[in-house]
Nanobody, 118 residues
Framework: QVQLVESGGGLVQPGGSLRLSCAAS????????MRWYRQAPGKEREWVAS????????NYKDSVRGRFTISRDNAKTTMYLQMNTLKPEDTAVYYC???????????WGQGTQVTVSS
């Protein structure tokens, strides 16, 4: 059974930092593209960042590029999102997603709340 467990969310002041983690189990971790999504209240879920199966290629939503860094540790089957210089508009539930490219198989975590407020 595939499980994705996010952690690291919380309340932070504008300009602060958080590091999200997504621990995966029940799948061959190195064969999956991994992504972070977020959903703010009253808005649709949106893609934030992606990292290739080998961890070499990364992509970011324009509004987070330069502030967020996605990474993965294949030995620990864990993905991370380092978020710096956080803004109130970054407030959302952040979700971990894994995709087996070519097969269309994907899984979602349960989400972790990030609130940026003074």
């Amino acid at each position: 059974q595939v499980q994705l467990v996010e952690s690291g969310g919380g309340l932070v002041q504008p300009g602060g930092s958080l590091r999200l983690s997504c621990a995966a189990s029940g799948l061959t971790f190195t064969t999956y593209l991994m992504r972070w999504y977020r959903q703010a209240p009253g808005k649709e879920r949106e893609w934030v960042a992606s990292i290739s199966s080998g961890g070499i290629a990364t992509n970011y939503k324009d509004s987070v590029r330069g502030r967020f860094t996605i990474s993965r540790d294949n030995a620990k089957t864990t993905m991370y999102l380092q978020m710096n210089t956080l803004k109130p508009e970054d407030t959302a539930v952040y979700y971990c997603n894994v995709l087996r490219v070519g097969l269309g198989v994907e899984y979602w975590g349960q989400g972790t709340q990030v609130t940026v407020s003074s």
